[in-house]
């Protein structure tokens, strides 16, 4: 069976832990992923990471960074006009960019396109497919908020990259997963990287470790 991907867009906000988790809970769930990085991104990937994606050792450089196994994970090149991505008639079940710039935002919503990233962000759209955009970045200018404006009128789903504090996170790596496992929501795939609200206050702070309810 030739399932669609997942096309996973990151881009150069601060932020790339969010796409770690986003892609692990991807592959965790058995989605087939195909994966762009761009230029901007490369930088903060090493400054939050310490992790480097070349385009000629992505696969040991993704599985180093993710820790899992990248065989069901597609790459392609950012400055790849040509790669599959950038046609509509390449199926894909949506893309998410995680994190996504304010550049990217604006040349997507104007349909300005300069890399492989945008370009299939703007397909996704024009295609009427699913196109989820974690933006990391505040204050927001005005330009920003009439782009994000236009990408929701276009049916994307913006999702500030605001995590919650109400599932009872005790570090960061949980508010990250919190954030991804929202992503994963939109794109109705199955994941355990949050705890879910219950109805009840307090309930993730008593009794209730991360992800695990204790008894
Ligand atoms: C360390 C670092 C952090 C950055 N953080 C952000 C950010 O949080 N949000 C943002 O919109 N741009 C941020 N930028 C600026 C973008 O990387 C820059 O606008 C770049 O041209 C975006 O290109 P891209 O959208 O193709 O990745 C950051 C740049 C650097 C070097």
Redesign the pocket.
Known sequence: MNRRPWLVGI?????TPYAASVLRGLIDAGEPVDVMV????R??LL?ETGHSVRDRHWREDLSGWLERDVADVRYWPVGDLAAGPSSGSYRTRGMIIVPA????VAAVATGVTH?L?QRAADVTLKEGRKLVVVL??TPLRVSTLDNLRTLAAEGAVIMPASPAFYAGARDVAALVDFMAGRVLDQCDVDHDLYLRWTGTLGAARSGVEWGVRVE
Request: proline residues 0%; glycine residues 10%.
């Open positions: 881009t150069g906000a601060s932020g761009s230029q901007a991104a930088l903060t400054d710039t304010t550049a990217t890399n990233v990391r970045e």
